[in-house]
């Protein structure tokens, strides 16, 4: 088991910049591909970014590629995610997830932290 618990979500102008962060515990951080996802209301769960358990391939959507940059640090057993000029349609629920390899559907993923609310208003 992967237990993962997200934070750093709040509100913040259009423009304005977050940066999330995924802490692991359980089974060996650095096993496991991570990524980012969100939900808005009413929308399916949509991948953001990904990266590789080494941290030297990373993914995006290209909806916050240029903006958004993934990174994980496996001393420390976390994960992170640098929102640049956001924008409204950032506004969703944030999720990071843990599996086996990197992928861009939910499903493919093993492990689901709770989720961080980010809201961006215009």
């Known amino acids: 088991q992967v237990q993962l618990v997200e934070s750093g979500g709040g509100l913040v102008q259009a423009g304005g910049s977050l940066r999330l962060s995924c802490a692991a515990s359980g089974r060996t951080f650095s096993n496991y591909a991570m990524a980012w996802f969100r939900q808005a209301p009413g929308k399916e769960r949509e991948f953001v970014a990904a990266i590789s358990w080494s941290g030297g391939s990373t993914f995006y959507a290209d909806s916050v590629k240029g903006r958004f940059t993934i990174s994980r640090d496996n001393s420390k057993n976390t994960m992170s995610l640098q929102m640049n000029s956001l924008k409204p349609e950032d506004t969703a629920n944030y999720y990071c997830?843990?599996?086996?390899?990197?992928?861009?559907?939910?499903?493919?993923?093993?492990?689901w932290g709770q989720g961080t609310q980010v809201t961006v208003s215009s």
């Open positions: 997830a843990a599996g086996g390899l990197v992928r861009k559907t939910p499903g493919e993923y093993d492990y």
